[in-house]
């Protein structure tokens, strides 16, 4: 472990090579990281194994803090055929201590403190790691993120070392800030989950625009329209030619701004409707699901539960049970 380290209070979300025999620390490990992350093989690079995480989960996002004393971790094509879960995710990941590779995708990084490299669960991928480490990790649902960002998904920022200056360093000092505050203040960080989303889509945009991979103009516009939707979504009547008037564009322009990225127009607004009415029903408990739909700008009730569900694969009624089961005691 890093010499920094201390010993978190064993919970619902944190967990320990320490807990267990020693002897069966390795097998504990990969099922803690197939857990919390995915599925992979790890091989420890000194001979008295330990390793800790935490983790958060904010709806289908989640910080994790994670500290071993040196590790050798692959993701091969068998273990993405054989795995089980049912979302791919983009792990962002935020060193504080020590340093470590990554490759994938015909790339490959050295990183450290400062640095922020990013990998997807979807694809084979390496990470190693010769001696003790602690870093802070974002999982990021790949096809949400990139989509709320106005992005193509691609394999453009995988395995590379992206400085953490300008704004990326203002975005990356909340999750770092974040991860701390899941151990000391849970319950304050509970507060901070609407903040999750959007910033973690922003670290996919402006991590894409950084590393040169996307046109920053093109990104900007389709930032400030996709804005202007979160601003007024609402309003029942928003559709595309208020849209585009109020973006001072044409349709055609509008239309082309989103070319590539997977989403439509009214895609994305729909989008950003239904992960705002999400946060609202983990939060406001207190709304009636029908007050909520209004509130994201449907006037059907009956159109906003299929909408919902189209989209998350739930009702509303079944989300909000589960985020509550889900929400820590914060009265512990």
Not at 59 to 81: F, H, M, P, Q, W
Not at 165 to 194: E, I, K, M, W, Y
Request: glycine share 8%; aromatic share 8%.
């Amino acid at each position: 472990m890093t010499e920094r380290a201390t010993r978190w209070p064993r919970g619902e979300s944190q967990w320990s090579t320490d807990d267990v025999d020693r002897s069966a620390a390795v097998d504990y490990w990969r099922s803690i990281r197939r857990h919390v992350y995915v599925d992979v093989d790890t091989t420890p690079r000194h001979p008295e194994f330990v390793g800790e995480i935490s983790s958060s989960r904010y709806g289908d996002y989640a910080v994790s803090t994670k500290r071993s004393n040196g590790e050798t971790v692959t993701r091969s094509s068998r273990l993405i055929g054989q795995g089980s879960e049912s979302d791919e995710y983009l792990f962002a990941v935020l060193p504080v201590s020590g340093s470590g590779a990554v490759v994938q995708a015909g790339n490959t990084a050295v990183f450290g403190p400062g640095e922020m490299v990013f990998y997807d669960s979807s694809i084979p991928f390496e990470l190693d790691f010769d001696g003790a480490y602690e870093q802070v990790v974002i999982h990021v649902p790949a096809e949400r993120a990139f989509a709320t960002a106005g992005l193509r998904r691609g394999t453009d920022l995988l395995a590379r070392a992206i400085p953490l200056d300008g704004a990326l360093g203002s975005v990356s000092a909340f999750f770092l800030s974040l991860a701390r505050a899941q151990v000391d203040d849970p319950a304050g960080a509970s507060l901070l989950r609407p903040q999750v989303s959007g910033l973690a889509s922003s670290l996919v945009a402006y991590s894409t625009a950084k590393m040169g991979s996307e046109d920053l103009p093109l990104l900007l516009r389709r930032e400030r329209v996709v804005d202007f939707m979160r601003k007024n979504l609402a309003d029942p009547d928003l559709d595309v030619d208020r849209i585009a008037a109020a973006s001072h564009l044409s349709r055609r322009s509008l239309y082309r701004l989103f070319d590539g990225t997977g989403q439509t127009v009214v895609g994305q607004l729909r989008l950003l409707r239904i992960e705002t009415a999400q946060k609202m029903l983990a939060n406001r408990t207190d709304l009636a699901v029908g007050s909520i739909a209004r509130d994201v700008g449907y006037a059907s009730e009956a159109h906003f539960y299929r909408s919902f569900r189209s989209i998350t694969g739930t009702t509303p009624g079944e989300y909000r049970n589960r985020e509550s089961e889900a929400a820590p005691l914060l009265q512990s």
